[in-house]
Antibody, heavy 121, light 107 residues
């Protein structure tokens, strides 16, 4: 059974760096084709893809946020970490991590419950 | 950048058929995926590779593709289908994109 869970601060100040951790079970990020992505959703708004890391350490980032994002993995700990620099109130959102099934286009078949991050001074 | 366009809302009576469209220039070359999201919950994959249904998803959910438009069809809509629906695809470089979402209201 695949599960994912996001963890990190619930409140960050403007200009700070956000660090979120996705801890997963039921799959290995060393399996060919597998990936873990991050997606966020501001309150009342649409889903926005942020980043994706693959089993071979290949990484993809949202073009609009690429300069602020870093995604890394720790295969031994079954964790993926997302950092976002220079946080702003508009970055207030629920942040989800999700499992990317191997093969073909990236899409997400299992999602974490999400974690709400508020950016405020 | 690549964009996917969905209608903001669709309304349908119980038992009727709901169709939610998603348009994008790359859709003739790239698969589309559909997610259902109910209030306060994480999204759930309901259609992958344009028309495939994951296990556990009711048969009333189906997907189709024609040119630059993909369509999620829910036949015999039930009250429990009221939710936001998002299409998703990717470009040739692996950049993922979501549509703006469609709120399905069951009257």
């Amino acid at each position: 059974q695949i599960t994912l869970k996001e963890s990190g601060p619930t409140l960050v100040k403007p200009t700070q760096t956000l660090t979120l951790t996705c801890t997963f079970s039921g799959f290995s990020l060393s399996t060919s084709g597998v990936g873990v992505g991050w997606i966020r959703q501001p309150p009342g708004k649409a889903l926005e893809w942020l980043a994706l890391i693959y089993w071979n350490d290949d990484k993809r980032y949202s073009p609009s946020l690429k300069s602020r994002l870093t995604i890394t993995k720790d295969t031994s700990k079954n964790q993926v970490v997302l950092t976002m620099t220079n946080m702003d109130p508009v970055d207030t959102a629920t942040y989800y991590c999700a499992h990317r099934r191997n093969g073909g286009n990236p899409y997400f078949d299992y999602w974490g419950q999400g974690t709400l991050v508020t950016v405020s001074s | 950048s690549y964009e996917l366009t969905q209608p903001p809302s669709v309304s349908v009576s119980p038992g009727q058929t709901a169709r939610i469209t998603c348009s994008g220039d790359a859709l003739p070359k790239q698969y589309a995926y559909w997610y259902q999201q109910k209030p306060g919950q994480a999204p759930v994959l309901v259609i992958y590779k344009d028309s495939e249904r994951p296990s556990g998803i009711p048969e009333r959910f189906s997907g189709s593709s024609s040119g630059t438009t993909v369509t999620l069809t829910i036949s015999g809509v039930q009250a429990e289908d009221e939710a936001d629906y998002y299409c998703q695809s990717a470009d040739s470089s692996g950049t993922v994109v979501f549509g703006g979402g469609t709120k399905l209201t069951v009257l």
